[in-house]
Each structure stands twice: as structure tokens, then as C-alpha cells.
């Protein structure tokens, strides 16, 4: 693997019709943030090869609406990443850094934002940016980073909706 992206799941409503968190769905904004994402990251070059969605509603909203902007990628639901620790995450996505050159991992927090908070630590970032990712991973927001050779994950950008012109930050 050569790249990671991980990101959290756009804006969602506050109460599914079922009552169950894994319903939720996603708002408007969440609908308009998605788009905007996919389009920034296509931009930058940023196009995966596989997305690792959480089974939860919000986050396979969230990946089919900004996947129109890659095109042909390779999609697997993957049911452990709903409400998954960082543990979870970072083994699934150990398990592919062999098989894949750019990895996008659409999940929930905390675990999203507490694993870049690791990789962040692991490889000796500048205080503001522990400082940046410290102070909140918003709904829609993706941390990118650098995947060494030996598969050290270097921080590399960090995108929200909102400085694009989406939502606000929450």
C-alpha cells in the first residue's frame, strides 16, 4: 500500500426511523459533503483502489455518493467497522497493504479519528498537526497519509467538507 485515507461518514440525521444507530441515514448536507469530498479527493489524485465501508447505513450512503468521482473501484462492506476500535481498524487494514496501492476506509468515531491520532504519534508529526487532528475529525472529514515501505503511515493532508465550501464543522 502506498496511501491511506481515512474517513469519517458525512453528516447524518440524529434518530433513524428504527431507532437503531446502524440506520441512520444520511442529511441533505451529508448527501451535498459526500459529493464534495469525492470530487476533492478525485482532484488531488487521491482515487482508491479498494473502499473498506462500514455495513451502517451513513457510511455505504456516504461512499456511493462520492464514488461517482473515482469510477471503477472496488468496494468490500466490511461489518467490523461499525463502532470499531482502533485495533479493528488498523488490522483490516494491515491485512490489505499488500493487495492494495490506495486504501480508502470509510468508518465511524472514535475509532477514525483515534487511529490517525496513532499514526500521527508513530510517525513523529509537528505538533499543530496533532494539535489539528486533536481538536476534531468532522463528519465527512478524511486524513490522508503516506504508507512507507515499512509500513509506516506518514501524514500527508487532511480535508473536511466545510473548507471547500460544505457544511460546518461538527
Known sequence: MHRLILMR????????????????ALTQRGYDDSIIMGRILAEKGLRPDLALVSSATRTRQTWETMHEAFGDVEVRIEPKLYDASTDT???????????TGCLLVVAHNPGVQLLAMEYLTESAASPSILDRMAGGFPTGAAAIFE???????????????????GGAED
Open 89 to 99: 481498524i488498523r488490522r483490516l487494514v494491515e491485512d490489505l497493504e499488500d493487495s
Open 147 to 165: 504508507v512507507d515501505v515499512a509500513g509506516r503511515c506518514v501524514y500527508d493532508g487532511f480535508f473536511t467538507p466545510k473548507a471547500f465550501g
Open 9 to 24: 461518514h458525512a453528516k447524518t440525521e440524529r434518530m433513524a426511523e428504527s431507532g437503531l444507530d446502524r440506520d441512520r
